[in-house]
């Protein structure tokens, strides 16, 4: 009985250190980007224009040169998207890094806004649709922005003392996954009105357990629109079409969405990258509680002989 009763309270104790591991876990000012995979996010950044006057550009980055992604979900009539606009072109960055802003403009079920598209809506809600029904009930919510594929944050509303903390803390939050000896190299090349890409993503210290899901993305750098209901007029970053691409390494011959006015379009190669973590359901426990726990059924299943007393 003295046994059990030991076993009961030290399951207990383990419990409420779950509790606690949990908890301090969950102080952040972001909802995670959930996935179907154990961990997600998203990197890259490496561009080229796409412009008139050349039939050919090409870029290789190593990833200390690769800006940081934040993906924006904004609409034309928005008038808080102007205000988390203005907050992420003032995040402090060091010497050595730079933004890559990508507007997602809503499209579906959209009038006001001629800025997006059925791919660039359909990207956001298979990759944040999710995240975005938990954290505010809609799948599409204007103004959203995620940093690094990774951590999300939905409308106006903040954790710390204000919302420029909460964007700061997040940009200056490494991303999960180690990619310090990752490259990649994007090359494009336009024949007879033909736009044919090449690209390689290397990523040598990834294992089996990672699996890499390129795509281009055509961003337009600016667009005219005097008639959005927020009273911008000039909109920026604009993603205009999203093409998946089918390995870390290949050749394609594509068509897409051109810009939506003038020639100021770019494309841009990122890629998902997701963890499977197949080690089972003790991976959740803390390595210490894990000891513990183990223990106790060693001992339960080798029980002390009783003395007799004389």
């Known amino acids: 009985m003295t046994r059990v009763r030991a076993i009961v309270v030290t399951l207990f104790l383990i419990f409420l250190s779950q509790q606690s591991f949990a908890e301090s876990d969950n102080i952040k000012t972001w909802h995670n980007v959930l996935s179907d995979s154990t961990d997600t996010g998203t990197l890259g950044g490496v561009s080229i224009s796409l412009s008139e006057n050349v039939s050919s550009n090409s870029n290789t980055m190593s990833s200390a040169e690769w800006p940081h992604l934040i993906e924006v979900y904004t609409a034309t009539w928005c008038t808080n998207c102007v205000r988390t606009e203005a907050i992420t072109n003032s995040l402090i960055l060091s010497d050595n890094e730079s933004i ?30 999710k995240s975005s029904d938990i954290a505010g009930d809609l799948e599409r919510i204007a103004p959203s922005n995620v940093f690094d594929g990774e951590r999300l944050h939905v409308g106006t509303t903040f954790s710390s003392d204000s919302l420029d903390t909460d964007y700061q803390i997040s940009f200056d939050t490494a991303p999960s996954i180690e990619y310090s000896d990752f490259s990649a190299t994007l090359n494009w090349f336009n024949e007879s009105d033909t736009d044919r890409f090449s690209w390689n993503i290397s990523t040598p210290s990834l294992t089996e357990s990672y699996t890499v899901s390129p795509k281009l993305f055509f961003i337009e750098e600016v667009g005219y629109f005097p008639e959005g209901g927020n ?18 390494e290949g050749e394609i011959l594509v068509d897409y969405n051109s810009a939506y006015d003038g020639t100021d379009l770019s494309v841009v190669l990122v890629f998902d990258w997701h963890y499977n973590d197949d080690s089972g359901a003790f991976s959740a426990l803390p390595f210490p509680n894990l000891i513990v726990l183990v223990s106790l059924f060693v001992a339960a299943l080798h029980p002390r002989k009783n003395k007799l007393s004389m």
């Open 231 to 248: 009273g911008e007029e000039y909109y920026h970053n604009i993603l205009r079409d999203i093409v998946d691409l089918p390995s870390q």
């Open 100 to 129: 890559m802003q990508i507007h997602y403009h809503r499209f579906i079920a959209e009038v006001q806004d001629p800025f997006g598209s059925q791919e660039t809506d359909d990207r956001w809600v298979d990759r944040y649709g």
